[in-house]
């Protein structure tokens, strides 16, 4: 069968791990698999190369961003298929140009628009392993363009999705999708499958396995996506379309999520009109607005709560103070050591009193909830940061996840 198979930058730290990645690749071919390889580049360049960028100007031109980000993916590409050759295999380096992955223009995260991939075809039939660098393509002009940070995932469900490949791992260095960061709690479990649904949900919450665009096009083209350790053997995660097993399960998972802050305008006139004044600059300024709570009024003066991402917050604050003076607030207050708890699993559209008993563990713990917001599929609660770790552990605990 073909299997494209995508190893990140962990996975070809250094020369060692290529030759490991290079070895687990043969495997594959003595199986008798057809393989496409996606690589990124080795852990840390891409950051290395943020900061020289940064260095020379605070905001580097975003065409020059991608030629210099797009580097690090040309290094691993070559590297891999000089390993593989030296293990007598045919393998040979493609850039995103060479395979035709052709994006908008919208550099350092570009979108993907079509993939012609000739040339991976060509070398398949050729019984050639063609190493793909992740993470880049070129626009309309054929200038080099990036996909966003962990955007090799993409590359590699994208080409999975375009070769009708059978399957699309994602080699990493943890061995799949858990309960929980086993990091917070020890007896977290690696869950057999997702469906794409909740690892999105995972994946913007804060699970950074995957990146949250390669999961919402796999889902649209239904690739199976499989989770899995570069270092240690099993079977990893699958990511796939929802059946009746995972409805079975009222939670799959709980994760957290520092990147949170609160935005509160105080004494708010509470008539029509307000809401889109507050946030239309809100949205112009490009900040993403996440939870937003109004208050019952008392009188004709409300209170007005949202969340955005934290790094986000020094945007705001002046924004925030102008938007206050327009609709004649009384005051804002800006919070930032907050956090999100939530619960995830597809089984919540089946089983009733999830968010009681989240509510419940909470309190025992003496847990303030600040907000609360709902989907078919989640709940989250914004708290204080430093309840984050023990909130994740009574959560765990409570629904019975380990
Ligand atoms: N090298 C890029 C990054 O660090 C893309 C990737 O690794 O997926 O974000
Ligand atoms: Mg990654």
Redesign the pocket.
Known sequence: MLVVQKF??TSVGNVERIKHVAALIAKSRQAGDAVVVVV??MSG???RLLKLAHELAPFPDEREMDML?ST??RVTIALLAMALRAMGLDARSYTGRQVGIMTDSTHTRARIERITAERIKEALDQGIIPVVA??QGINENNDVT????????L?AVALAAALHAEQCLIYTDVEGIFTADPNIVPSARKLEKVSYEEMLELASLGAKVL?SRSVEFAAKYEVPVIVKSTFKKGEGTLVTKEDRDMEQVMVSGVTGDRNQAKITFIGVPDHPGIASRIFGPIGSANILVDMIIQNVGQGDLTDLSFTIPRGDLHKAVDLANRIAKDIGARSVELKDKIAKVSLVGVGMRSHSGVAARMFETLAAKGINIMMISTSEIKISCVIEEQHLEPAIQALHQAFELG
């Open positions: 990140g930058g990124s580049a360049e891409t950051d980000l690090g993916e992740g993470f990036t996909l966003g940070r962990g955007g090799s995932d590359t990146q």
